[in-house]
């Protein structure tokens, strides 16, 4: 079973506006990653928050992410046509002795020119 | 570093038959998995290597399934008598060591069509 869930499922936005995604998950985590999927393409990590963090910021993207609510948010700001893609957040469980990611359904994202 | 590959990229094959797909991972890097992922959702995890020991398999792999690293470098997976279920996009991912901080890089993936 899928530890995350992403909403909304689909998004669509006009080029240059921001585009807010969430991901909750169930159990206890020793960090959240966000990836990007291109449609026929593999997936890229895009950025990695630590339990113990609460923000991070890497170029356009903005990471947040609330342990006691169990939750995460992807802020992509200015947005591009190249953005368009689908969007998973994925969770390490603890506890754990061996480390293998969690994906959820992901949120496809469309920017329209 | 030419980053991750995998052969085929796509696989149409009739139910029944049995398939066998290759990963060829980031060199020196000891962690090697493998994913499905099916039409609309993320990826789910299958199996996993540190070197040539498989350390972990999923549920979601049954005995039809079989994966190896002979030599701690590239990695198969097989499947046999496929059904028409197996029909997803299996990926496979290497990452440096088996910290949960590691960035895991993904290949293209195989895309399997049982009909």
């Known amino acids: 079973s899928q530890q995350g869930e992403e909403d909304p499922q689909a998004l669509s936005i006009q080029e240059g506006e921001n585009a807010t995604m969430n991901c909750s998950y169930k159990?206890?985590?020793?960090?959240l990653q966000w990836y990007r999927q291109n449609s026929g393409r593999g997936l890229v990590h895009l950025i990695l928050?630590?339990?113990?963090?609460r923000e991070k910021h890497s170029g356009r993207l903005r990471v947040t992410l609330d342990t006691s609510k169990k939750s995460s948010s992807l802020l992509i700001t200015a947005s591009r046509a190249a953005d368009t893609a689908s969007y998973f957040c994925a969770t390490f469980f603890l506890p754990t002795n061996d480390y293998k990611l969690s994906f959820g359904a992901g949120t496809t994202v469309t920017v329209r020119a | 570093d030419t980053g991750v590959s995998q052969d085929p990229r796509h696989k149409i094959t009739k139910r029944g038959q049995n398939v066998t797909f290759r990963c060829d991972p980031i060199?020196?890097?000891?962690?090697l998995y493998w994913y499905r992922q099916t039409l609309g959702q993320g990826p789910e995890f299958l199996t996993y290597?540190?070197?040539?020991?498989?350390?972990?398999k999923s549920r979601l792999l049954s005995d039809r399934f079989s994966a190896e690293r002979p030599k701690g470098s590239f990695s198969t997976l097989e499947i046999q008598r496929t059904e028409q279920g197996d029909s997803a996009m299996y990926l496979c991912a290497s990452s440096p060591s088996g910290l949960p901080t590691d960035t895991q890089y993904f290949g293209p993936g195989t895309r399997l069509t049982v009909l």
């Open positions: 060199s020196e890097h000891n962690r």
């Open positions: 290597f540190q070197n040539e020991a498989q350390l972990e």
């Open positions: 159990t206890s985590i020793n960090n």
């Open positions: 928050i630590r339990s113990n963090e």
